[in-house]
T-cell receptor
Framework: KQEVTQIPAALSVPEGENLVLNCSFT??????LQWFRQDPGKGLTSLLL?????REQTSGRLNASLDKSSGRSTLYIAASQPGDSATYLC????????????FGRGTSLIVHP | DADVTQTPRNRITKTGKRIMLECSQT?????MYWYRQDPGLGLRLIYY???????NKGEISDGYSVSRQAQAKFSLSLESAIPNQTALYFC?????????????FGPGTRLTVL
């Protein structure tokens, strides 16, 4: 059974810092990996999706990398802003076209001015 | 308008009541999912459907049932609600095409069972 772990569980940083969120998974036979953002009491918004054949994806100040062999993904946020405060979740999808994602528990990020 | 909508957004009910949560999508996706989210436990899959005639149990289906009325509609029912079903419920859709299968989430339904 796939297990997904996100470290740290919570993070508080001053505005302007570059930061890295970590996601690890136990079964490397994944189809893809997706990073989401969730604001308190709200739904999940997709940030980046990395296919298993890719190493990284970038969107604005966000960069996500994937290392299947070691079972790890990182989400890099450059020049953090208070508006980045949210919970970030990663989800890994199974192989063979049966994309049933397994979610991590998330990293709660607070960026203070 | 939102691509994935859920009704109601909030619901308070009593133990033993039957509750239905509804999900509609305008994305034209075949795949739909129901999740629940609990503090400290993350997101867990209840049921999923890859097309109108395909319904599958997820990790925690006991106490729940679903109906896929159309490609665009997927309902979740709690036959006899109990307090430990108090949670935030999310509907999601995805469209497996090529090498991508991005999930899109609704805004969630906050359910409280007293």
């Amino acid at each position: 059974k796939q297990e997904v772990t996100q470290i740290p569980a919570a993070l508080s940083v001053p505005e302007g810092e570059n930061l890295v969120l970590n996601c690890s998974f136990t079964d490397s036979a994944i189809y893809n990996l997706q990073w989401f953002r969730q604001d308190p009491g709200k739904g999940l918004t997709s940030l980046l999706l990395i296919q298993s054949s890719q190493r990284e994806q970038t969107s604005g100040r966000l960069n996500a990398s994937l290392d299947k062999s070691s079972g790890r993904s990182t989400l890099y946020i450059a020049a953090s802003q208070p508006g980045d405060s949210a919970t970030y979740l990663c989800a890994v999808g199974g192989s063979g076209g049966s994309y049933i994602p397994t979610f991590g528990r998330g990293t709660s990020l607070i960026v203070h001015p | 308008d939102a691509d994935v909508t859920q009704t109601p957004r909030n619901r308070i009910t009593k133990t033993g009541k039957r509750i239905m949560l509804e999900c509609s999508q305008t994305k034209g996706h075949d795949r739909m999912y129901w999740y629940r989210q609990d503090p400290g436990l993350g997101l867990r899959l209840i049921y999923y459907s890859f097309d109108v005639k395909d319904i599958n149990k997820g990790e925690i289906s006991d106490g729940y049932s679903v109906s896929r009325q159309a490609q665009a509609k997927f309902s979740l029912s709690l036959e006899s609600a109990i307090p430990n079903q108090t949670a935030l419920y999310f509907c999601a859709t995805s469209d497996f095409y090529g090498d991508t299968d991005t999930q899109y989430f609704g805004p969630g339904t906050r359910l409280t069972v007293l």
